[in-house]
């Protein structure tokens, strides 16, 4: 994948609709898991966004982009790997459990895709 | 299962939070096949609360239940079929694909889970 077509994921708006019931799908299982005990909840924008910024994926978007356009961008890229086979649910889902702080587990899938992708951010 | 296992099922709230979690996303996929690009939805109450009654599930839950809790209980027995390999997500996307008529995929889904666990509602 090259720098443009990842801009046209990251921008894609339908991807991001999707990519946002996917992440509140697999966090919702990483969370029950943790707890023990089935729950749901919804990722917040502040958390993705976070996550865009320190993992690099931030600098590819538009500057005038706001939180939500930096959290739709997590979530566009994250729906893509999985559509894709670049990254299982049952992986994304080991990896959220395993870390307590969600800005950093999503930080390091991002990095993991990128990787496996050959993307540079 | 019998029938006191299954109302236990239907009325655990944490069940219906991650139940909500994966019906948004396999409904999303469903969605997303059939348009031919990728999109993101949230299935209403409306439409969960109508398959509760007409799949039967409706009858199995307290005379007091309105349409949050009717629909809570589709929530609930949907991830719990998925996460006891009663039905994968892959047949349940399938199902809804099949029928542009969400209320009927959703009572078909409810009534093939009820025969893999032979249950009558």
New interface residues.
Partial sequence: MNSSELRRIIL?K?????????I??IY??AL?EVEG?????KVSDRILAEAARSSGLRSLLPKRSGRNGAANAVEALL?YAWDRKLMRSEEAVEILKSNPDPKESFTHLIGLIFERAQLQP
């Fill in positions: 894609d339908g991807l991001a609709r999707l990519g946002d019931a996917y509140n799908f919702s299982l029950s005990a089935p729950t749901g909840v729906v």
